[in-house]
């Protein structure tokens, strides 16, 4: 074998070891413990970007191995601004394909069914990853897409929300977040009112949604929640005033210091149901699906009462006699014991 061919086989034998170490080092996964949140700022290049995945001790593979990939493989794509969940399975290609793929991680925020809509802006104002951006004309925009206004109009978002787990990127304002739970609300509840049980005493769909506030704030319990709406169903019917405490609550507002008294069963306030008839004049509180649902398909019965049992749960009556009973055995002997 000639100097010259001996030469060659070298170099394409070097060059084929140095492929092979190559490519097995952009194999190498990530140096993280499990998954981890980065953040891409707006214009970042490749290189930028690989220096701090260095910088913080995340690459396993050499940084000239990398440069190479970015320069001959990576093809110049763009790494989007946004944040990005990494974990220790990923090679430096998937990272990179990550960034430019724009799929950025989705944080989540839970609005919770039976809260008032001054709780849920304390849930948004407090997420770290949420734009907070609610004042009196954010709040009047939202208002005014609401398309079912009531008599009078309205004046807040009580109800106007459907309770759910809403996912967003970082960054997202609250704004956007509750104009989705808007939207969804609004779809949910068309679809509900039209397919609503046949006699019910409420003449609009917002009627149905002050009904759902009412029973997500009287009961936990899901079995309960359609005997519950049955049994206010029952007193419209039979113009028996409603007669439900978390109604009353609304009314006397955030001075209320969670000790309801016969003072307050007694002042005269618009959500009072003890001093009213008939429904308070918005909802009480935020309603989810299943209270919706029972709002609009409530079951028949001839129960016209119901008592706390203590445990989260009701007892319930037809007749005054019966519910008296019931009051003295899980109310006032409960108490005294």
Do not use: C
């Amino acid at each position: 074998m000639s100097h010259l061919v001996k030469i060659v086989v070298g170099l394409i034998l070097m060059t084929v070891a140095t492929v092979y170490w190559w490519q097995h080092d952009l194999e190498k996964t990530l140096n993280v413990s499990g998954p981890v949140l980065y953040s891409v700022e707006q214009g970042s290049s490749g290189h930028a970007l690989l220096r701090d995945l260095e910088q913080r001790g995340w690459l396993l593979s050499h940084p000239i191995s990398v440069k190479l990939w970015l320069k001959f493989v990576y093809d110049g794509h763009s790494a989007k601004a946004g944040t990005y969940q990494l974990d220790s399975q990923m090679t430096v290609a998937e990272v990179f394909k990550l960034f430019a793929s724009g799929d950025e991680y989705q944080f989540s925020v839970r609005l919770v069914e039976g809260l008032t809509f001054s709780q849920w802006l304390m849930s948004l104002e407090t997420h770290d990853q949420i734009e907070y951006d609610i004042d009196e004309n954010t709040e009047q925009a939202l208002i005014s897409k609401w398309p079912w206004p009531p008599t009078g109009g309205l004046d807040n978002l009580e109800g106007l929300l459907l309770a759910d787990t809403y996912y967003f990127t970082a960054g997202t304002k609250a704004s956007d977040i509750l104009m989705r739970a808007m939207i969804a609300m609004q779809s949910y509840l068309d679809n509900a009112w039209n397919n609503r049980a046949p006699g019910l005493p409420y003449n609009t769909a917002y009627e149905a949604l002050i009904m759902a506030s009412i029973v997500e704030k009287e009961t936990a319990v899901e079995s309960e929640r359609k005997e519950i709406a049955g049994v206010f169903v029952n007193r419209l019917e039979t113009n028996m005033r409603l007669q439900t405490d978390p109604t009353v609550i609304y009314g006397i507002g955030p001075t209320f210091d969670g000790n309801l008294t016969r003072k307050h069963l007694k002042q005269r306030t618009p959500y009072n149901t003890y001093r009213i008839k008939g429904l308070p004049p918005t909802p009480i509180a935020m309603a989810g699906k299943p209270a919706i649902e029972a709002a609009l398909h409530p079951r028949k019965t001839k129960n016209l009462y119901f008592v706390a049992k203590g445990d989260g749960s009701h007892h319930f009556s037809a007749t005054l006699e019966e519910h008296n009973d019931a009051v003295f055995k899980y109310q006032i002997k409960r108490k005294k014991q």
